[in-house]
């Protein structure tokens, strides 16, 4: 069974940055998606970024031109980095790792964007 391990959360304020790194347990490439997903207080789980094995990374609309998903391959590791914080963004952050019948979520991480 696969794992997912994730890092870098933490309490910025607005307009801060943050990395968050999630890191598989096998090569990233036995899956056909990775991605970050996202839940807030009271909300829904949303997918904030995606990226396929092959091919370019997808954002909700929300995060464009703020976040930005990494891919280290030697690493087995990918990371978001999110700049210029915004309260909204406030919710916990869960790696996902996906395709081939199977589908692998991170344990999440806490991002709370606060003055």
């Known amino acids: 069974q696969a794992q997912l391990l994730e890092s870098g959360g933490g309490l910025v304020q607005p307009g801060g940055s943050l990395r968050l790194s999630c890191t598989t347990s096998?090569?990233?490439?036995?899956?056909?998606?990775l991605a970050w997903y996202r839940q807030a207080p009271g909300k829904e789980r949303e997918l904030v970024a995606s990226?396929?094995?092959?091919?370019?990374?997808n954002y909700v609309d929300s995060v464009k031109g703020r976040f930005t998903l990494i891919r280290d391959n030697a690493k087995n590791t990918i990371s978001l980095q999110m700049n210029d914080l915004k309260p909204e963004d406030t919710a916990i952050y869960y790696c996902?790792?996906?395709?081939?019948?199977?589908?692998?979520w991170g344990q999440g991480t806490q991002v709370t964007v606060s003055s």
């Open positions: 996902n790792a996906g395709g081939g019948g199977r589908e692998v």
């Open positions: 096998e090569n990233m490439f036995g899956f056909e998606v």
């Open positions: 990226r396929p094995r092959f091919g370019s990374p």
